[in-house]
């Protein structure tokens, strides 16, 4: 039976790619939808799902529900200059979406999604966490019952994207991810560490497109083209990193990626440091306490250090090759 799963997106153009590969797959059931401002503003986030759902023509679609407007205490901070002002590259504009939204709301419908389906629920989170955060807030009970999240975030060994240490969804919403990290809810963390090992050129996504003639094809060739100019500008390759399609395949197929359970905090008031993931990599050995004499022989015992539990698990390392033939299966069937 197909484990359910609810996605919750900004729906830019590697969250597109994502849902293709998680609609199409049968070893999970998409229940739901979500989605979040990111990348772009949320009611634009949603009418991408509508739009990516009619070019699927799936006969059984999924609840699609929007969520929220603006990070928990900032002002929304965007990427249209790499995703588009639409988030898609500026391609899909014209298709208008089919449906309405779900009247519920993203908050509801995720904690609905985790009273019904608990334990075999798998949230993928491959935007800020903002709703995630606002469900928790507003009923810890329901959220404590999933089976587990998936978080396409952060960045521990490597660089951010979104400044010198940041990864951009963190960046959006510190405040959220901080509140999910330290939830104690069973969480994945799927860094720019392991999504920046591999990257889909631009030649292969041209030769893919060409040999399939469909409208779904067609779509994908032009809507990733502004999306990997961007990186040929910015990072000197014709191509685009894989974050939100390996989050999604990393909650579809479990054996792709190796995880490490490691204390993960993340910085919310640093000037310099904002959405920065802060991780105790550190080998814990017994604490031998030494002895300090003060003035009339008195000693004072050194106390331990505070001995912080691991909070989540974070992906460390990924099997390329199992996730590009999935990947492609999938994107190109």
Not at 29 to 57: D, H, M, P, Y
Not at 132 to 147: E, H, I, N, S, Y
């Amino acid at each position: 039976m197909p484990r359910p799963i609810l996605i919750d997106t900004d729906t830019g153009v590697d969250d597109a790619l994502a849902l293709i590969v998680a609609l199409r797959s049968p070893e999970v059931s998409v229940k739901a939808i979500t989605t979040v401002a990111g990348n772009v503003e949320v009611e634009k986030c949603t009418r991408n799902v509508f739009r990516i759902l009619r070019l699927l023509q799936l006969g059984e679609t999924p609840i699609v529900a929007q969520g929220a407007k603006k990070p928990l205490h900032r002002p929304l901070f965007s990427a249209p200059e790499v995703h588009g002002h639409d988030g898609l590259g500026n391609f899909l504009m014209r298709l208008p979406p089919t449906a309405k939204k779900n009247p519920r709301g993203a908050v509801d419908v995720i904690i609905e999604s985790c009273r019904r389906y608990a334990g075999r629920l798998t949230i993928v989170a491959i935007g800020p966490l903002t709703n995630l955060a606002r469900a928790w807030k507003k009923d810890r009970t329901a959220l404590r019952q999933v089976g587990r999240i998936v978080s396409m975030g952060g960045a521990f060994h490597v660089p951010g994207n979104t400044g010198p240490v940041a990864e951009f969804n963190y960046f959006v919403d510190p405040e959220a991810a901080h509140i999910l990290l330290q939830s104690g809810l069973p969480m994945t963390v799927v860094p720019l560490d392991v999504t920046q090992q591999l990257v889909l050129m631009r030649k292969e996504v041209e030769y893919r497109a060409k040999r399939r003639a469909s409208a779904l094809a067609s779509a994908i060739l032009l809507f990733t083209r502004p999306y990997m100019r961007y990186h040929k500008k910015a990072e000197g390759f014709d191509g685009a990193y894989l974050h939100d399609p390996i989050a999604v395949a990393a909650a579809i197929d479990r054996r792709l990626i190796q995880t490490r359970g490691v204390h993960v905090d993340v910085e919310t008031s640093g000037s310099y440091t904002r959405g920065m993931t802060v991780a105790d990599f550190r080998a814990r050995v017994p604490f031998k306490p030494k002895a300090y004499l003060r003035p009339r022989r008195m000693s004072l015992w050194l106390k331990p250090p505070a001995e912080k539990k691991p909070s989540v698990d974070i992906a460390v390392k990924i099997d390329r090759e199992r996730f590009l033939k999935l990947f492609h299966e999938r994107l190109w069937m």
